[in-house]
């Protein structure tokens, strides 16, 4: 990227803390009610030890984060990353809280991992760090199918979250029969939904084509419905960048560009997706491939990021569209695939120019959603559908015979699959959330990131206004009720 002299912005939290205050003035909600749902209900930070393959001892730091209580269980990414801390990790655990009312998932926010980059780290240290953060949680009272239930984020993969799921579950299995649901985003083999792997990159691409839709979208941004046609550039490739990619060329959007951390490729006709994904997943880079006119490498990337395109989609780490870059930028649309893309100033200079925003915390809803639907398999200990496939198969049966038709002719009257029952849910609750948004953004004049903020933190207070703040102290975790139960009991012993 450019290393010319960069402008300092807030901070990660600090930024969604401003994000957080625009949206609540207008909500009406009590100043000091406003301030209790935007802290944080605990911070935990600990030191995870590692004894290395090569006999050397390491002391990692590691945090969670449980923003609110006011639905049980948590639930958050689990992220390995060098540049995580403890207020990164509040940030993002505060957008879950919010983007799970906007929602209506019944989960409160949360968040954590381990600070390490785990490229540096063998197969076998990365399993003793995930087992070990596991086993500290756990200790601590930090984790459990109804405390908080952590899914996979940056640097995280399926057999991680598998080694999550089997720690939990050697400790505690033989008293908690729901162990299994401690988290999600597992392989198929330990409780995970076969085939949602690429729920994420589906819920954005679904989200933008809802949004492209909406009439009013079309006339404030002068855009045409649907993703045919369109040209896309982007910022990141990993699996949340990878999915959305795929996605977007299988509706017709025709990706130009796609910068990374390291190399970037270009072509205004257009990239084979299958040739360049394949070899970026080979080589984790763009340089040596094809004739390399295409390739961009360290001091020339953002030459791919401020060409022009339709849409560009942030799907690398946060901050990444910032007040540095965003006045060279020139594209019609920004897509947030992950959460936190752009930074606050940054969203007001956009507002400004006129450039649509689709914020994460409504593009994020595919993953919530699938992550919701293992959770409940999981605590359900039944396969999605399997109760009701073979009845479904029987009664479409009945009616094609009724009408004439001789069932064994006849396709797809089989009972849907665990894949097809969660990405209906996902169409379904992204198409309910995006009209609530554009709804209450036209009625108010904001834009759909205050409009997503404003819903989900109503939902959030109504929840604690039914039955008071008060009653906050029954859903103290294991370890913040022992702390309290021993402090009351040395008081009475002082009297």
């Known amino acids: 990227m450019e290393k010319t002299s960069m402008l300092r912005e807030p901070d990660l939290l600090d ?19 406003l301030d209790f749902i935007k802290r944080s209900a605990s911070v935990l930070t600990f030191k995870l030890p590692l004894q290395r393959d090569n006999g050397e001892f390491e002391i990692l730091e590691a945090y969670r984060v449980h923003h609110s209580l006011h639905t049980m269980p948590c639930k958050g990414g689990l992220r390995l990353s060098a540049d995580l801390n403890a207020r990164t990790a509040e ?23 381990v600070k390490c980059d785990p490229r540096k780290y063998s197969q076998n240290e990365l399993e003793k760090i995930v087992r070990r953060y ?7 009272g930090f984790i459990g199918p109804a405390i908080d239930v952590p899914e996979p984020d940056l640097h995280v993969t399926t057999a991680m979250m598998s080694w999550v799921k089997d720690t939990y579950q050697t400790l505690y299995g033989n008293q908690n029969i729901n162990a299994a649901a401690v988290c999600t985003g597992k392989a198929p083999s330990q409780g995970g939904i076969e085939g949602c792997e690429g729920s994420w990159g589906k819920g954005v691409c679904r989200g933008v084509e809802a ?36 996605y977007f060329v299988e509706t017709g959007s025709m990706i130009v560009g796609i910068v990374t951390s390291s190399s970037a490729i270009y072509d205004e006709a257009g990239l084979d997706f299958e040739s360049v994904s394949k070899y970026y997943i080979e080589h984790s880079t763009f340089k040596g491939y094809g004739d390399g006119k295409k390739v961009y490498e360290e001091d020339k990337l953002d030459e791919v990021l ?49 450039i649509a ?29 399997r109760l009701v496939k073979g009845w479904e198969k029987s009664s479409k049966e009945a009616i094609l015979s009724l009408v004439g038709k001789a069932p064994e002719k006849a396709t797809d009257i089989e ?32 834009s759909y990131r205050t409009a997503g903020y404003i819903i989900g933190l109503d939902r959030i207070y109504s929840m604690y206004k039914a039955v008071s703040y008060t009653h906050l102290r029954a859903h103290e975790t294991s370890l913040h009720l022992v702390c309290r139960l021993l402090l009351e009991k040395k008081k009475k012993k002082k009297k």
């Open 15 to 33: 930024q969604v803390h401003l994000f957080f205050d625009n949206a609540g003035e207008l909500t009406g909600i009590r100043r000091e009610y």
């Open 91 to 113: 940030a993002l655990a505060l957008i879950t809280s919010i983007k799970m009312g906007l929602c209506d998932i019944p989960f409160g926010g949360s968040f954590g991992g």
């Open 134 to 140: 596991t086993l500290e949680l756990a200790q601590r």
């Open 415 to 446: 009972g849907g699959s665990e894949k097809d029952i969660v990405d209906a849910a996902l169409v379904d609750v992204l198409k309910q959330t995006i009209k609530e948004v554009d709804q209450f953004a036209q009625e108010k004049g904001v």
């Open 211 to 246: 949004f492209l839709s909406l009439p009013a979208f079309s006339d404030r941004f002068d855009t045409k419905p649907g993703l045919s046609g369109k040209t896309s550039v982007f910022l990141g490739f990993g699996k949340v960048a990878y999915w959305t990619a795929k």
């Open 306 to 354: 401020y060409k022009p395109c339709d849409i560009l989609v942030q799907a690398s780490v946060e901050g990444k569209i910032n007040i540095n870059n965003v006045d060279k930028l020139r594209t019609k649309i920004v897509v947030e695939a992950i959460c936190g893309a752009t930074t606050y100033f940054a969203q007001k200079m956009l507002d400004s120019k006129g």
């Open 357 to 385: 925003v689709i914020p994460d915390l409504i593009l994020n809803v595919g993953w919530a959603v699938s992550s919701y639907f293992e959770w409940l398999k999981n605590i359900g200990h039944v396969k999605l559908g």
